[in-house]
């Protein structure tokens, strides 16, 4: 029977020095550079869209539609429908993920100073400041950089309670990990490694029959989540494809930052020094290293297991997975010997991951973005009194409804669907963002419209051809109002039905 022992080294007692101070300011500086440059250069995409006219539902429509379908980021829409007030738009929407992005840096650094020294944790929150998958999210108005700050305090104050395993400390993780669960499901994988880490260093009775107390306040904490997802099932995410081999490589170009497979290379280098090299005195311990592989592996593993199933691998919805990642490559950095070649090590992997954010800033890499902003403009500098907009997703509405707010002219149109009335002044409702378009009747609109405007997003199968729908759409209204103008932007297709003008 294995007996109670600590569970990390006591390397992390070191006070911080002026130098580890000026250091880490110096690294979030540069971070919060990389995170708010461009912030707002690029439209926002269809979730995006979605997260803000969430966020300004009334109340009753606003708990409606987290109960019906967008419950897992509860706590993201809560905290924007505050931030709104603030300002609205894109770069200010966008500012709240590029907040916790950056504060998510100080965490990662205490992180590795508590498992490894001070070096590692600069390492390691360098590594981050240029990750370009986590400036990214940094620059999206969702859930994923609330989501990775959480998971990364919450593994923090996991390790304090386990060191001081007082009821206070349990308290404070627990709020951090049902924060973490209620801004993204994901989280709840974070916990589990946790739970599975902690079982192969055995507390003492008392510090034990603490954590159970956690853990059992946190089931209750996260009740109405799991209740959740036994109603709802994978109906949210059932349009996940079943990953291959491909979308695993591409994976881990993303956490290790997308700066190519030299990047990856060097990632697995670092690691492979923390996992294999000897470990000198005062260096990370084989429980830390255990802790970052349990956190690191365990989601992925779960993940991909569960898909063989029912598919549910979205890489973003890893993005927690790079912080134990630069972690372990930090934990390597501090391992190699001599210092300068680990310091040049470091400089080459910070080299590759700032080409890799330069790049992102002039084309995405883990998205196919669609031009709201264009098509918006395009659609309402051409419209006439009188006019119907169909919709073929009924979320594709949203950003629409954003863009058109920042925009004279809305006045001309009329919602044919998603819309509770077609009305000029419909206001969004939550049966709006759930509604089918295989319920709408086309029968009736040649009688009510002259002229219609269809928007087209993400209605293309796997093959790439037109879904089922979208054929049914078009079919009819050729048909009764002719060839439409047809207008193409990234990620949409805009058709003007009744009118031969060009409609760019």
């Known amino acids: ?50 997260s803000v006219e969430i966020a300004r539902l009334d109340w009753s429509n606003f708990l409606h539609i987290l109960w019906r379908r967008e419950g897992n980021m509860a706590l993201y829409y809560a905290l924007l429908r505050g931030w709104l007030l603030v300002g609205g738009s894109e ?53 994923y950089a609330l989501y990775v700050f959480l998971v990364s305090l919450a593994s923090l104050l996991f390790l304090k309670a386990l060191r001081n395993p007082s009821r206070s400390a349990w308290t404070r993780y627990v709020a951090a990990a049902a924060l973490a669960v209620y801004s993204h499901f994901f989280a709840l994988l974070a916990v589990l490694a946790h739970t599975a880490w902690s079982r192969i260093r055995p507390l003492a009775p008392d510090a034990r029959a603490e954590y159970r107390r956690a853990l059992y306040i946190l089931g209750l904490l996260l009740l109405p989540l799991l209740v ?36 990856l290379a060097l990632y697995v280098i670092a690691a492979g020094a923390a996992l294999w090299m000897p470990r000198p005195a005062s260096r990370p311990s084989v429980p830390a290293l255990l802790f970052l592989l349990f956190w690191l592996g ?4 779960v993940t991909l297991a569960f898909s063989f199933l029912r598919p549910a691998f979205l890489p973003r919805y890893l993005l927690m997975c790079v912080v134990p990642l630069v972690l372990l490559a930090a934990m390597g950095l501090a391992r190699i010997p ?103 009747r086309l029968a009736s609109l040649p009688a009510q419209y002259r002229r219609i405007w269809v928007v087209l997003a993400h209605n293309r199968l796997p093959t790439g051809q037109a879904d089922t729908t979208t054929r049914e759409i078009e079919d009819f209204l050729q048909q009764h109002y002719g060839q439409p103008v047809r207008s193409q932007f990234p990620g949409i297709d805009l058709l003007l039905y009744g009118s031969s003008a060009p409609a760019r």
């Open 1 to 50: 029977m294995l007996s109670p022992a600590p569970p990390l080294p006591e390397v992390e007692r070191a006070p911080s020095t002026w130098w580890q101070r000026t250091l880490l300011a110096g690294i979030v500086a540069a971070g919060a550079l990389l995170r708010f440059s461009y912030i707002a250069r690029k439209s926002f995409w269809l979730d995006e869209g979605v």
């Open 91 to 143: 770069a200010m929407v966008r500012a709240l993920s590029a907040v916790f992005s950056v504060a998510t840096l100080p965490v990662v650094f205490f992180l590795g100073k508590r498992l490894a020294g001070p070096r590692a944790g600069l390492a390691a929150a360098a590594l981050l400041a240029f990750h370009a998958w986590h400036i990214r999210y940094a620059q999206e108005a969702r859930s």
């Open 228 to 263: 959740f997802i036994a109603v709802r099932g994978m109906g949210p995410i059932a349009w996940i494809p079943r990953p291959s081999g491909r979308d695993l490589h591409m994976f881990f170009l993303f956490l290790t930052g997308n700066g190519s497979n030299w990047l």
């Open 298 to 301: 365990l989601p992925v593993v």
């Open 338 to 440: 001599p210092r300068w070649l680990a310091a040049a090590l470091l400089a080459l992997m910070l080299a590759f991951s700032l080409r890799a954010v330069l790049a992102y800033y002039r084309a995405d890499f883990d998205l196919g973005r669609e031009d709201w902003r264009t098509c918006t403009r395009v659609l309402l500098d051409h419209a006439q009194p009188g006019d119907g907009v169909l919709f073929h997703s009924a979320q594709a509405r949203m950003p629409f409804e954003y863009y058109a707010g920042l925009q004279p002219g809305r006045r001309a149109l009329r919602i044919i669907f998603p819309a509770q009335n077609s009305g000029e002044s419909a206001v969004l409702t939550s049966r709006d963002f759930l509604s089918n378009t295989k319920n709408l």
